[in-house]
């Protein structure tokens, strides 16, 4: 356990040290980074056969923010192929169980879950590392005695033993998701990928979206490298519903040009 993942993606780069380090992205930047800050040569790679012979391979599974899945069976290869492996699973507990490589890891594979992502109590700071020694123990040392505090414990342990709260939630997102494709296509936008946790898509001036939005005080995630894209979040109630769709209807007035060319 950890105070986030966030701690434990510098901590895993901070004990391994410099080295070849490959990213399966595009992906959360905080992995490239964290293992630059380390002194390693960081590549970011669009498939996973470019990870092989890496010392550290990076995968976000799913992945953020495009929801690509890559299968356990194909991370399991990739593993024999690697010095380390390290494997994001912070958007998994909206997939279905079979994707996770948490509940049998490779000798040399550390597996991340976060618990904010789903819970949504990111400031509980609660994160999990599920590896074999030696990499189990290294991290243990590494964050000390007491790296989550008592209130994080409680909460965070009567959370994960509520089965039912997880099991209608994710079937709640899954109706979300698809409600939130169908609200940003009426708008003129071109769902392309995401998670049950948010959705991707492709529109004709991200920037004047992005801008309109932050000035309704609705934030989205732009990305520098894919201009046309933004991310967006599951609105979290019917007030919130109402508030993205007028914002989008006084952001982008025309609606009769349609979707971008995909």
Request: with cysteine.
């Amino acid at each position: 356990m950890a105070p986030g993942t966030g701690a434990l993606i510098a901590g895993l780069a901070r004990l391994h040290g410099a080295g070849r380090v490959g990213v399966l992205g595009q992906t959360y930047g905080d992995h490239a980074r964290a293992w630059r800050s380390a002194g390693a040569a960081v590549d970011v790679v669009a498939d996973v056969p470019d990870l092989a012979g890496r010392d550290v391979a990076v995968v976000v599974n799913p992945n953020n923010p495009d929801g690509r899945l890559v299968p356990p069976d194909a991370l399991a290869a990739l593993a024999g192929r690697v010095g380390l492996m390290v494997v994001d699973e912070a958007f998994a507990d909206v997939v279905p169980p079979a994707w996770s490589l948490a509940p049998s890891p490779p000798p040399n594979a550390v597996v991340l879950r976060s618990f904010g992502k789903f819970f949504g109590l990111a400031g509980l700071r609660l994160g999990f590392a599920v590896a074999a020694a030696p990499w189990a123990d290294r991290l243990r040392d590494a964050l000390g005695p007491w790296p989550v505090g008592g209130p994080a414990l409680a909460i965070g342990t009567a959370a994960l033993g509520d089965a039912a709260w997880a099991a209608a939630t994710r079937a709640r997102l899954a109706g979300d998701a698809a409600r939130l494709d169908a609200l940003l296509r009426s708008h003129g936008a071109l769902p392309c990928g995401g998670t049950d946790l948010f959705r991707l898509v492709e529109v004709g001036d991200a920037a004047g979206w992005f801008d309109g939005l932050a000035n309704a005080g609705i934030l989205t995630r732009p990305f520098a490298q894919q201009p046309g894209r933004l991310r967006f979040g599951i609105p979290a109630d019917e007030i919130a519903w109402r508030r993205l769709d007028d914002a989008l209807g006084r952001t982008v007035p025309d609606r009769t040009a349609g979707p971008p060319r995909a």
